[in-house]
């Protein structure tokens, strides 16, 4: 008696919702050697970000044989550990962050209207995906993808958004934030 398999395995929880449109980036792929008694095995590595430019994003790593097999395993990962970042205006951060994960350390800057993403290579993949468009970013210590990548989110989970900080103190924004940039946010926000 053969059963059928169910539809999105694990009760769904990788299963694409309608409407997602999510934007993957390859970051980097890599040949790996596995020595068995017959000789090299040969593997691919790959690391994906995963952004609905919107304001989620995730990252994800798989090895398989095959690269098509690779890139599938390590986009599957990156939907399934995606992240909320608040951002200011749609744009930006709310403010500088920095991140570090092993020898990777990132310090990520808010930046005016028209800057753009400015930052190196896994970081920029980042912020494509999340949705950002100016930003200032340096990698200080390990330039390995893997490790830049992690140090990037480590840094983005850290990221409040002034109404979060308000209600975690008990405040109002207006508190936090000072009565200048309130009136001046909620003018752009009315413009808008």
């Not at 999340?130 to 850290?158: C, Q, W, Y």
């Amino acid at each position: 008696m053969a059963r059928e398999p169910r539809e999105g395995g694990r009760g769904g929880r990788d299963r694409d919702r309608e409407g997602d449109d999510l934007v993957d980036k390859l970051v980097t792929i890599n040949r790996v050697a596995k020595v068995v008694k017959g000789g090299r095995r040969f593997a691919f590595a790959a690391l994906v970000v995963v952004g609905d430019q919107k304001g989620r994003v995730g990252f994800g790593a798989g090895k398989a044989r095959e690269v098509p097999e690779a890139i599938r395993k390590a986009t599957d990962r990156a939907k399934r550990a995606m992240i909320r970042v608040p951002m200011k205006e749609g744009r930006t951060l709310h403010h500088d962050v920095a991140g570090h994960f092993g020898a990777g350390k990132v310090v990520l800057r808010s930046a005016d209207a028209g800057t753009g993403i400015i930052a190196g290579g896994p970081m920029r993949a980042v912020f494509e995906s999340l949705g950002i468009n100016d930003v200032v970013a340096k990698s200080l210590g390990t330039r390995n993808p893997h490790n830049m990548v992690k140090a990037t989110f480590a840094a983005l989970e850290r990221c409040a958004s002034p109404r979060s900080v308000a209600n975690r103190r008990g405040k109002k924004v207006s508190d936090i934030l000072g009565r200048r940039e309130v009136t001046a946010s909620a003018e752009a926000g009315a413009d808008v």
